[in-house]
């Protein structure tokens, strides 16, 4: 079981920039896959970014050309560079950690206590 705290949340006006931390502890780190999630008010959480231990990597249609997962083995952080951001894209995001790969939701069983990012119009 590893812990999960993110961090970098905040407002910014539609078009900007904002990157996310997640930090993970547990000396295992660099064999899970990570994720990002959100959950907007009154919606469902949905998957936004993965990237698993080897380095493969899945977004979601709506966030491609926009935002950025890496990771940093050597920090246990894993990351979400989020820009030309949207309205569309507010929600709590959540990191999330899978010890058996990145397919498939039920996989990731840690999660964070989850940041707001709230793009204004």
């Known amino acids: 079981q590893v812990q999960l705290v993110e961090s970098g949340g905040g407002l910014v006006q539609a078009g900007g920039s904002l990157r996310l931390s997640c930090a993970v502890s547990g000396r295992t780190f660099r064999s899970y896959g990570m994720g990002w999630f959100r959950q907007a008010p009154g919606k469902e959480r949905e998957f936004v970014a993965a990237?698993?231990?080897?380095?493969?990597?899945r977004y979601v249609d709506s966030v491609k050309g926009r935002f950025t997962i890496s990771r940093a083995n050597a920090k246990n952080t894993v990351s979400l560079q989020m820009n030309s951001l949207k309205p569309e894209d507010t929600a709590v995001y959540y990191c999330a950690a899978s010890p058996s790969g990145i397919d498939y939701v039920g996989n990731f069983g840690s999660w964070g206590q989850g940041t707001q990012v709230t793009v204004s119009s």
């Open positions: 990237i698993s231990s080897g380095g493969v990597i």
